[in-house]
């Protein structure tokens, strides 16, 4: 029987760069997933929660340590995203479907095991909570949930997937399922979901160079009182039942504000009534 060279290639094993393609996004979209909805949506954390002397105090190089974690995993989904256009033919191959899903939930939960020994518990830069008496089990649970899980998933569609045919839609509805929560993720982040509006808080920090009239001039009219401030006037914690808009604050000198999601974030232990500055605007 005579096999064309077009047929004979679409048999090839799948070359390196196509596996590590899936493995790059998987690991670069699992990062995304921990630092969205850990750093910004539940505010569970900081990329370096665990440093708290010195610099690490600043709420603005604990934000700025976030911004270079989220830079980072793009690079990676760039490479990810270059290796798959470059092995772009493999796509056509039986059971490139099931040999890529399987390979970017391997890559998926790899980072998480790896943030579980390495950042967890080995370095301890931070916690899955660190605002709980016990937070062992929750790393637990964390490791097993998203990444265990996900690694055993990858791994067994690996084995059986062979060079048979593709998945189907199945594996690929997961993945998409995958980057919608992300996207979620960083809409509730910008829109935060309000659980209880009478005792919102809002972290603001300063952009360096704003000062503090611009963003008094941002609240004034308003019923936002003032929970707390740095000594260096960059960080303030407000609390209102409806403060301005995310943007206005931007607009007056803001270089990050919190979102208010329901458990709140790292301003949460900060109640009205406990300083004399806490008087409305």
Not at 24 to 36: E, N, P, R, V
Not at 66 to 79: N, P
Not at 190 to 210: D, E, K, M, Q
Not at 226 to 234: F, K, N, T
Request: charged share 15%.
């Amino acid at each position: 029987m005579n096999i064309s060279a077009a047929d004979a290639a679409r048999f090839r094993p799948f070359s390196q760069r196509f596996d590590w393609a899936a493995y790059s996004l998987g690991f670069a979209l699992s990062g995304f997933f921990d630092g969205i909805l850990l750093h910004q949506v539940l505010q569970w954390h900081h990329l370096l929660s665990g440093l708290r002397t010195g610099a690490f105090a600043d709420l603005r190089v604990q934000v700025m340590a976030d911004g270079l974690f989220h830079a980072g995993m793009y690079a990676i989904a760039v490479v990810g995203l270059w290796q798959l256009y470059r092995a772009r033919s493999h796509l056509a191959r039986p059971g490139a479907n099931r040999r890529f899903i399987a390979n970017f939930w391997i890559g998926f939960g790899v980072w998480h095991v790896l943030d579980a020994l390495l950042s967890h518990w080995l370095i301890g830069i931070h916690r899955i909570r660190i605002d709980v008496a016990h937070p062992l089990p929750w790393d637990v649970a964390w490791l097993v949930l998203f990444g265990v899980v996900p690694l055993v998933i990858g791994l067994r569609l690996r084995r059986r997937g062979g060079s048979g045919t593709a998945s189907g839609p199945g594996g690929t509805a997961i993945a998409m399922l995958v980057v919608a929560q992300a996207f979620a993720a960083g809409a509730l982040n910008a829109y935060p979901v309000r659980a209880n509006a009478s005792a919102n808080t809002t972290a603001i920090v300063l952009r360096p160079g704003a000062s503090a009239a611009d963003l008094l001039a941002a609240l004034d009219g308003t019923a936002a009182r003032i929970l707390w401030v740095d000594p260096q006037g960059a960080v303030w914690v407000i609390a209102a039942a409806d403060p301005p808009s995310r943007l206005t604050l931007y607009r007056h000198g803001a270089m990050y504000v919190s979102g208010t999601f329901s458990p709140a974030g790292c301003s949460a232990w900060l109640r009205p009534g406990g300083r004399s500055s806490d008087q409305p605007l």
